[in-house]
């Protein structure tokens, strides 16, 4: 019979856990350390989803994703979802060729991204500063929701269809008893057919368990928020700055979140606010969006967390070479709430049917990185 263990019980293990058992499998577990589900990297998000990415890969799973969050907004009522879509603006010419490469893929794989005149994203935002503007993109699929709105929502139909989640669980070895696995954590010991690595920043940790390296890495990032009850109830666009990388949304009570990853910032494990971060953001935030500068930074309403980054901003997704049926589904880095339900679906049709019908996993899988055949996301945000 196929049993599954999955490590982690943040939105990509609820996730997978969910699509197994939709599936069919019928013994699925999740075994998660802390003492509630999704208190990793998933309650830190800032919950933006967008099918506006520059590779195949991750376009194919954006698409796929929004359908099925769309979904489950529609059965559940809980991700409050708004469909506000993404606008991308630039004003250097560069960053006008790449909008333009990331918008051709994108028509070509079925988004229907539209481009923009820099007079058409003053129409969409008045609010940007129009001073060498040139170019921008707008999908209106694309938007926010609640990322523990996801996960929840996840949990509870998992839960549902039989799946055990286990908290205060914390994997701490991992053995072989001739093909199965036995996972041994803080309340006992799993024995399993299949295992399925969803541990986030703790990925590369779960893998040497097996002793195989998951070049899964943590980088802190931000969020600020700037309060401003004038405009409640009215949402914008996710607004996104390519010549800083700063990224503006409104809150649906009033007020605006802003955020900025800085490229440089080292590897962390600190998830308390960067200091330095409002300082980046105080440096960037006048080149389009002028009105920000005047409205105060809440410094104690700025959270910060974890992007569990891999080397080409893509996942991993798939089978393990030197450890059959481990499975592994990390490194989604800044788009682990928006790709879940892809996410989910591929590990599901790897232990049903052996291999993906929906997604080509080649570009995702772990050997890339030892092969050196990396394809590099350049829409990080
Ligand atoms: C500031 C910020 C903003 C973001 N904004 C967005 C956004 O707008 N859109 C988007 O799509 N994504 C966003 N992300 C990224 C997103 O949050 C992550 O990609 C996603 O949450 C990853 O989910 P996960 O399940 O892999 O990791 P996690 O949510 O961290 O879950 C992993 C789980 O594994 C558990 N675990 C680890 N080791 C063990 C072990 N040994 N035994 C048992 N359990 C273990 C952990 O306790 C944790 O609960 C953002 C992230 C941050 C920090």
Known sequence: MTSVAVVGAGVIGLSCAR????????????????????????????GGFRAQFTTAP?????????????????????????????????GTPEGERGLRAGYELQRSLGVATEWLSAAEILERAPFV????????????????????????SMEREARALGVRIVTGAEVQAIGRIGDDFEVEHQGGVVRSSWLVNAAGSDAREVGAMLVVEVPVTPYRRNLAFAPDPTHAGELISMCVDLDTGVLVRREPGGGYVIAYSNPADPPSRETSVDPAFLGDVAERIGNRFPFLEDV?????????????????????????????????????????????????RAIAELVTLGRSETFDLRP????????????VETAVL
């Open 19 to 46: 699509e197994l058992a939709r599936a069919g499998v019928d013994d699925v577990v999740v075994l998660e350390r802390q003492g509630q589900v999704a208190q990793g990297s998933t309650s830190r998000a800032n």
């Open 58 to 90: 991750n376009v194919a799973f954006s698409l796929w994703s929004i359908g099925e969050l769309e979904r489950l907004e529609a059965a559940t009522g809980l991700l409050s979802m708004h469909q506000t879509g993404y606008l991308l603006f630039t």
């Open 129 to 152: 500063r129009p001073d060498g503007l040139l170019a921008g993109t707008f999908h209106a699929r694309d938007g926010m929701l609640d990322p523990y709105g996801v996960a929840r």
């Open 296 to 344: 105060p930074i809440d410094v104690d309403a700025c959270w910060a967390g974890l992007y569990p980054e891999t080397p080409d901003h893509h996942a991993i997704v798939g089978e393990t070479p030197e450890a059959p049926r481990f499975l592994q589904c990390v490194g989604f880095g800044g788009h682990g709430i928006m790709h879940a339900p892809a996410a989910g």
């Open 364 to 375: 995702l899988r772990l050997s890339r990185f030892a092969e050196d055949d990396l394809v």
